[in-house]
């Protein structure tokens, strides 16, 4: 059978039929999506009760829940496609980087920081086809922390309570890890009725993750089995993830929620229809949208309300483009503000990433000839490596301070093992320099890259036009670590983390840190506070949760929405999307906007519902 060494004498036959088996398994994995409704589906001018902008996680939540309501007609209009199938199998994702399925936005160079980046801008990445970012993304379920929805509710929010958010998580929720949920207080943590399907990979490095997890335990982070099913304490926890994923495949929100109402008649998808202007009349009521589909343009109008779920970039744009937003903003750009509302597209907040690497003499190289037996595998039934993310699945949450009740930090994982090209891939968004010495020892050790995370930052960037033209990308200042708290925040991580080297795991690998080629940094002492200051500042990027751009609070001097999500001053217009959210979660933000699209969507069927 295969060996690294593979090569044999052969008549012909053995490698034709090899090659047919694979041909044959390939095709029988020919994916020819349903299309949920031609994109001429809608005639111009056609009357809704409800049209949603944007299919993403929050959008597509929407979109189901309110089409559960039979004489409601709901329009869903979605600028991108339907998802390839990279998007279904979850180590590919990082090839719809860059591709049609990428809205491809990056942020705004300052000269000064991200110099160990290309061009000093980070790539921001965005799902652009049905399921959003839910269908690009990593993954990782992560609901947050009690203390994350108790400052959303201290901000003004009465509606937002940690025990209400809980309940929303738990109706989308279906944990089917039978394992998991033999521990009664996991299975009573989660829902397990909901149309979103979590579960846990099945890991390629299973003995590796616990040895991670026990040095974590063994620097005061507590490895416990499920971080959404327990209250945070001491310095920190680890655990392996929950990811939305089933039987080897994603679960974005477009599988969970719109496949699954695909034979409504009452909803009505269109893909390709990249909206470009909600319509508000002369008493700031929204009645409807104008929308780019195919190339036609078109007008659609919506009798109750319409929301938007564009997402955080695309949010606040189109608020921006439909004249609501900052008044001389908007005058500056030749737009005429309908009401002004000086939050637009501000308080963009996101969660810093700083990658820090380890080398070690384990694991060994990869088998090439398992790799591909693992392909094969993936054909017949879905298991092998890309069953699961590229990521290791495990994260650590965790603190400077033992009293506090929330993380300050997340750290995901990634391993390359020794000869691995993947690792270039993975930090080409960095300049030759630095991907060069990051990857110096890589042809005989692996290299473990901590994903390092600052989850409440305090830096605050924005988001404003670039032009009037609905097809110009607008402009994204992240402002990253412009707060100098942040510097610190991430020095001091990057101290908690490089202190693994020094558990009997690491140790027992020789694990070192190897210095990294950034000019900026070369006057510093390797490894001091400054080098990790200097280090933090030109290499952070994104780890992609911007959020707070349409923010949720009951002032219109400083937040967009209301506790309802209603945009203030504007009538029918809501925002039901991860723009909303006040403050960052604990962790990854892909579960909190699903629950804010479940619990948005109860709002508004309270509304019309009780009326009635
Ligand atoms: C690469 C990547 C990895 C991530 N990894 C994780 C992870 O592992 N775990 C996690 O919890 N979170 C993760 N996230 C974050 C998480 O996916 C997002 O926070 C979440 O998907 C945001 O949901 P949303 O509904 O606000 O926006 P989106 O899901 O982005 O949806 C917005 C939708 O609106 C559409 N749209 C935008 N403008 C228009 C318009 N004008 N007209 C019509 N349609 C429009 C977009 O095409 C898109 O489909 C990741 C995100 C990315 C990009």
């Not at 609501?324 to 907040?349: M, R, T």
């Not at 010495?437 to 890259?449: G, H, P, Q, V, W």
Request: aromatic share 12%; with cysteine.
């Amino acid at each position: 059978m295969l060996s690294d060494n593979a090569c044999t004498t052969t008549t012909g036959a053995a490698p034709h039929l090899f090659a047919t088996a694979i041909q044959f398994l390939a095709a029988t994995q020919c994916y020819t999506p349903d299309k949920i409704c031609p994109d001429d589906a809608a005639p111009d001018l056609e009357t809704f009760d409800f049209i949603v902008v944007g299919a993403g996680s929050a959008g597509s939540v929407v979109a189901n829940r309110l089409s559960e309501i039979s004489h409601w007609n709901v329009l869903l209009l979605e600028a991108g496609p339907e998802p390839p199938i990279e998007s279904d199998i979850p180590s590919l994702d990082v090839e719809m980087y860059q591709s049609k399925y990428d809205w491809q936005y990056v942020t705004k160079s300052d000269g000064v920081r991200h110099q160990g980046l290309q061009n000093g801008t980070v790539r921001w990445p965005r799902g652009k086809m049905l399921g959003g970012s839910s269908s690009i993304n990593a993954m990782f379920y992560v609901r947050g922390n009690d203390h994350d929805f108790q400052s959303w509710f201290d901000e003004g929010n009465p509606s937002w309570s940690p025990e209400t958010v809980n309940t929303y998580f738990k109706k989308a929720e279906n944990l089917q890890d039978m394992r998991l949920n033999e521990d009664l207080e996991i299975y009573e943590a989660y829902g397990h009725d909901g149309p979103l399907i979590i579960n846990t990979f099945n890991t390629s490095y299973a003995e590796l993750t616990e040895k991670i997890l026990d040095s974590w335990d063994n620097i005061g982070v507590k490895k416990i089995p499920d971080i959404n099913a327990v209250k945070f304490q001491g310095y920190g926890l680890s655990a392996i993830s929950r990811a939305t994923a089933a039987n080897g495949e994603r679960q974005s929100t477009y599988r969970a929620y719109l496949k699954t109402a695909n034979s409504r008649l009452n909803l009505k998808v269109i893909t390709n229809a990249f909206v470009t202007k909600i319509l508000l009349d002369d008493n700031a009521q929204a009645y409807g949208v104008e929308v780019d589909v195919n190339g036609k343009q078109k007008r659609f109008f919506a009798d109750l309300e319409v929301i938007l779920s564009a997402g955080s970039i695309n949010t606040p744009h189109l608020l921006m483009l439909s004249g609501i937003g900052p008044a001389e903003h908007l005058f500056s750009k030749n737009i005429s503000c309908k009401v002004d509302l000086p939050y637009v597209g501000q308080n963009l907040q996101d969660h810093p990433y700083v990658p820090i690497p380890i080398y070690g003499d384990e694991p060994g190289p990869e088998n090439i000839a398992e790799k591909m037996i693992d392909v094969l595998k993936y054909l017949h039934n879905k298991t092998g490596y890309l069953a699961h993310e590229n990521i290791i699945n495990l994260s650590a949450f965790f603190s400077r301070y033992k009293h506090l009740d929330y993380p300050e930090f997340q750290s995901h994982l990634l391993i390359f093992r020794p000869n691995s090209s993947d690792a270039r891939t993975y930090l080409s968004t960095y300049n030759d320099d630095v991907v060069d010495s990051f990857t110096k020892y890589i042809s005989d050790k692996a290299l473990y890259i901590f994903a390092l995370h600052i989850l409440h930052p305090f830096s605050r960037g924005m988001i404003y036009l670039n032009t009037s033209n609905p097809y110009d990308y607008p402009i994204i200042d992240a402002n990253y670590l412009g707060d100098n708290r942040d510097i610190q925040s991430s020095v001091d991580s990057i101290k908690i983390v490089t202190s693994l080297i020094n558990t009997p795991f690491f140790k027992s690998i020789n694990a070192f840190i190897p210095k990294i080629d950034l000019p900026h940094c070369f006057e510093y002492e390797f490894l001091s506070d400054l080098y990790w200051k200097c280090y933090s500042i030109h290499m952070t990027q994104t780890v992609y949760h911007p959020i707070s751009t349409a923010r949720m609070g009951p002032d219109p001097r400083n937040s967009v929405v209301n506790n309802f999500l209603k945009v203030h001053g504007v009538k029918n217009l809501r925002v039901i999307d991860a723009s909303i959210m006040p403050f960052e979660t604990s962790g990854n933000t892909n579960a909190p906007t699903i629950m804010i699209g479940e619990m948005g969507s109860d709002m508004i069927k309270a509304d019309y519902l009780t009326k009635k």
